[in-house]
């Protein structure tokens, strides 16, 4: 299977959300939005307000409330996670493997961070990237 036909798959069982659904979703209890673009590309366009920073390679094990290397909102099977990238194709393959990891409401922003911006949704620039999330840290004031 082609990585088209892969991410086609992927997809079919996620209720993707649009830039303006996921800001209005980031709002409600139990649901985070969760930004896996690498620090050059947070540097470079700026970053979501209140999103968690979990670098994709760390992402199930972050998320996974039965792992121990999970972070603090990662308490239940019935977080909704959604997922944010730079263009909307990695956070797709990503949050279909959470689904397929039991996290059933875990879901990703069509057009990514790029729609984000576009829409006019909030964009911070810090000076500093926000560092990537990790087990035993508390949430961070402000989240």
């Known amino acids: 299977m082609s990585i088209d036909e892969t991410l086609e798959r992927a997809r079919v069982e996620l209720l993707r959300l649009s830039?303006?659904?996921?800001?209005?979703?980031?709002?409600?209890?139990?649901?985070?939005?969760?930004?896996?673009?690498?620090?050059?590309?947070?540097?470079?366009?700026g970053e979501v307000p209140g999103a968690i920073v979990v670098e994709r390679n760390d992402l199930e094990w972050r998320l996974d409330p039965h792992s121990a290397s999970r972070i603090p909102e990662a308490l239940s099977t019935g977080i909704r996670w959604i997922v944010i990238c730079d263009g909307g194709y990695s956070s797709s393959l990503a949050?279909?493997?959470l689904r397929r990891l039991g996290l059933p409401r875990s879901t990703d922003v069509i057009g990514g961070f790029h729609a984000w911006r576009a829409s006019g949704l909030p964009v911070r620039h810090p000076r500093v990237p926000t560092r990537p999330r990790r087990p035993g840290e508390g949430i961070p004031e402000g989240s």
Not at 24 to 29: C, N, T
């Open 19 to 45: 830039p303006a659904d996921a800001h209005a979703a980031a709002a409600e209890p139990d649901t985070f939005i969760v930004d896996t673009r690498p620090s050059w590309q947070r540097r470079a366009a």
């Open 95 to 97: 949050a279909d493997s």
